[in-house]
């Protein structure tokens, strides 16, 4: 099992950046893929980006694509999304996940953080 605590979040400006950190415990954080999730007010969960175990392999929504990165640190158990070209519709609840199969799934994770809040204003 793992335990997931993002932070990060913030209000910033349309245009800026922001970059999420989730820290991980628990057994084994490098055998895990590792995803960002967002959900904002009155829609569905959304996937964000996702990483494979080694950080290899890498996947994107695309409403993001081209301006957010997603990256990990297995000797420092954790995993972040840079967020650059931050856009009002860009605003949710950040959610990191983790599941434990091979690859970069865009859905099906086991384990979440409790989320932490991205505000762009225009």
């Known amino acids: 099992q793992v335990q997931l605590v993002e932070s990060g979040g913030g209000l910033v400006q349309a245009g800026g950046s922001l970059r999420l950190s989730c820290a991980a415990s628990?057994?084994?954080?490098?055998?895990?893929?590792m995803g960002w999730f967002r959900q904002a007010p009155g829609k569905e969960r959304e996937f964000v980006a996702g990483t494979d175990w080694s950080g290899g392999s890498t996947y994107y929504g695309d409403s993001v694509k081209g301006r957010f990165t997603i990256s990990r640190d297995n000797a420092k158990n954790t995993v972040y999304l840079q967020m650059n070209s931050l856009k009002p519709e860009d605003t949710a609840v950040y959610y990191c996940?983790?599941?434990?199969?091979?690859?970069?799934?865009?859905?099906?994770?086991?384990?979440w953080g409790q989320g932490t809040q991205v505000t762009v204003s225009s």
């Open positions: 996940a983790a599941v434990l199969v091979p690859g970069v799934p865009t859905t099906g994770y086991d384990y």
């Open positions: 628990g057994h084994s954080f490098s055998s895990y893929a």
